[in-house]
């Protein structure tokens, strides 16, 4: 067999075996009083959100070595995720930087996105359940959040413009004030996805959304929450309470949104007009003259 076959065979075992990396979890039944549901779920109750009913949607209890950390609701006919569900933890672990590797769900055979279908298409995987919100915790938690029926397709500018006017201030508000003992604080994200498909029949988002609950498990202190939602294409933003994030939700899909089966909210109710972050102003500051004669065209512009 010459050098070259040999090469040939060693990459397409490599691509093969990065490919193939799958996780095995549990199909729920919505229905059910599963523990899973129990778990990341307020009071067990899923959220009322596009009600589309059939085979295409499955419900996921997301594993990794055989320990439960989120769910997952899935369509197979999108091929991208509707939601995902988990709840916020802290710790102060020190974790790996290493990037894992993505996975997909052997259950859903050929019905999901798989690593080829990003490759320059122009899109990242954007995760629901985000890498973020699992630090510090565990590398397992960490992992079990790259599979890829938890990511949706975004470019690379609304990944991270999700990152700054979503991901992280959520994080940081619940770390503030929801992080006395016994509080439990549940996390919802989702999307709405476009009427059409990409070239590879994967459905890109129009909107990505997320919902805070912060259970203080307390007749003394109220529960509240907040939300957050995006246009995936213009980046335009808004924020606020849950009512809002609802009724906006609602009228973007024609069909009624309940998300945490209550209305607790700690914020005024106010329409979720979508805006752009603002940017901070880019001041030219003025190179020193090295010399006594220097070019001024070089700074001409300088404040």
């Not at 996105?113 to 359940?129: I, P, R, V």
């Not at 609802?246 to 914020?267: A, M």
């Amino acid at each position: 067999m010459g050098c070259i076959t040999v090469s040939l065979l060693l990459y397409t075992l490599i691509v093969f075996s990065k490919e193939v990396q799958v996780t095995i979890s549990d199909l729920v039944d919505p229905e059910s009083n599963d523990e899973c549901l129990r778990e990341f779920f307020y009071k067990g109750v899923p959220p009322i959100y596009m009600n589309t009913g059939g085979e295409s949607d499955k419900f996921i209890c997301q594993k990794y070595k055989g320990k439960k950390y989120f769910f997952t609701r899935y369509s197979t006919r999108h091929k991208i995720p509707i939601y995902s569900a988990y709840k916020i933890e802290f710790d102060n672990k020190i974790i790996s930087n290493k990037r894992p590797s993505w996975r997909i769900e052997k259950q859903l055979n050929s019905n999901q996105t798989k690593n080829k279908d990003y490759l320059n298409s122009g899109f990242q995987k954007g995760h629901l359940n985000p890498k973020y919100h699992n630090q510090n915790i565990s590398e397992n938690r960490i992992k079990a959040t790259f599979t890829l029926t938890n990511a949706v397709p975004m470019t690379g500018e609304a990944n991270n413009e999700w990152f700054q006017v979503a991901e992280k201030p959520l994080f940081y508000k619940m770390r503030i004030y929801c992080s006395f003992p016994d509080a439990t604080r549940y996390i919802i994200v989702g999307v709405i996805p476009a009427f059409t498909k990409n070239e590879r029949n994967i459905n890109i988002p129009n909107y990505i959304w997320s919902a805070a609950y912060c259970d203080t498990n307390s007749s003394k202190i109220d529960n509240w929450s907040f939300g957050y939602l995006m246009d995936t294409h213009t980046t335009f933003h808004a924020k606020g309470a849950i009512t809002g994030l609802q009724q906006k939700l609602t009228d973007l899909t024609g069909s009624r949104v309940e998300i945490f089966n209550t209305t607790n909210s700690n914020q005024e109710d106010s329409p979720f007009d979508l805006q752009k972050r603002p940017r901070k102003p880019i001041i030219n500051v003025c190179p020193k003259p090295k010399r006594k004669r220097h070019r001024p065209e070089l700074v001409n512009n300088c404040k």
